[in-house]
């Protein structure tokens, strides 16, 4: 009777330690090639694990038919898992407005922004990476960019590429010189009916770099602080506000919507923007040879340069931590995110490889994207806040200052007391 309750104790410990790791999800990479003995040919085939695993992804990585390939390819590599797949097309930038409408009944496997990783985290939606999937991630990311997939020091996806924008500009109007200041660049005339600058906010994304690059904060340096709202409405605010007033009533600014940019860019009418790798080709349809890249430029501030500091940060894939096949789920996000299909998304739908190797590929390394993308990562970026603090409260009425300064309800005359309303809402948000 003692050894048999010795036997049930061992095994209900060992059960235990069994149900307790599952915090952690390790990624089932292919079998590898061994010298282990051919089965007997009168063994019966393992029968393969029927599933169905749903994936979200971008409409550019179904329309070139990249997923498609990839999920051949992984399912080739799993002949222990008989897979269907159910893929529909859900942006970055769309992924945690889906999944939290029912974290359960969400993807298997999603793509998303860094800056929506706290959220997707908090509410349960994504499996913390542990095993195979965490070493790659590690191993062959560089910490910075490791940094956007991290809630505190856990791992919640895989970064593929970089999510950041740079400045385009057309070199029959500039030259590399005069595209190093925003100041220099309204300065030039060029000519009638032509725009020197798009101004385009983006809902506070691309505005922020004025506030940032002069060393402003929303809820301090990591976005996470409920007793430093923001700074914005100092005299160093004021004075970054006032030079927005100035920048988008100048005649020689388009804003957001009032211009089509390839349009003008096509009949030489538009001499810098801002924007990703992810509409390059339209630029490049429009532009050609005459298409320049950059990093965003300096701007000039009580007599100062003040290097713009746009918002850096990563996509990323995740695997859902509800998922009813979560091995192969995580299994499946980390081989979107190696080096191999890293290259390949490049190829295809030009992404930067976050993959070191891969970013060292000599085409990649000569890739005019590439080394603007990097340029920009290393010298005009800060990263972007991911906490749900900073996520929830900033952009609306971060968007709110440009919209206002443009329909003239944000005059130099109001400055401080709109930047003062900034500080009380952001103030009464993280109450």
Known sequence: MKKLL???????????????????????KAPAQTDAPAKNETDAPAEATKMTLTVWCPQNQIDTGIMAEQQAAFAALHPEWEIEWVTTPVGEDNAKTEVLKDVAAAADVFFFSSDQTAALVEAGALARLGGDALT????????????????GEAVYGIPFTHNTFFMYYDKTLYTEEEIKNLDTMLAKDLGEGAFNFHFDAAGGWKSASFYYGAGLTVYGAEGSDPSNPTDWNNETGLKVTNYLIDLINNPKVAFESEIVVEEKAK???????????WNDQKYVDALGDDLGRAQIPTY???????????????KLIGANAHSKNLQAAVAFAAFLGNEENQILRYQKSSQIPTNMNAASNADIAADPIAVVTMNEAN?????????????????????????????????KDNAQAKLNAFYDALAAAAK
């Open 136 to 151: 790659m991630v590690e191993s062959t990311i560089a910490p910075s960019v490791v940094a956007t997939a991290k809630v």
């Open 300 to 314: 000039t501030l009580d007599g100062q340069d003040i290097q713009l500091k746009g918002f850096y940060g990563s």
């Open 6 to 28: 010795a036997t049930l104790l061992a095994v209900i410990m060992c059960m235990g330690l069994l149900a307790g790791c599952g915090s952690e999800v390790d990624e089932t």
């Open 379 to 411: 010298n005009a970026s800060v990263a972007q806040p991911s906490a749900t603090l900073f996520a929830n409260n900033f952009w609306s009425p971060a968007g709110a200052i440009t919209t206002e300064i443009n329909s003239g309800d944000l005059t």
């Open 267 to 277: 009949e030489h009418l538009i001499g810098a923007w801002f924007d990703g790798a």
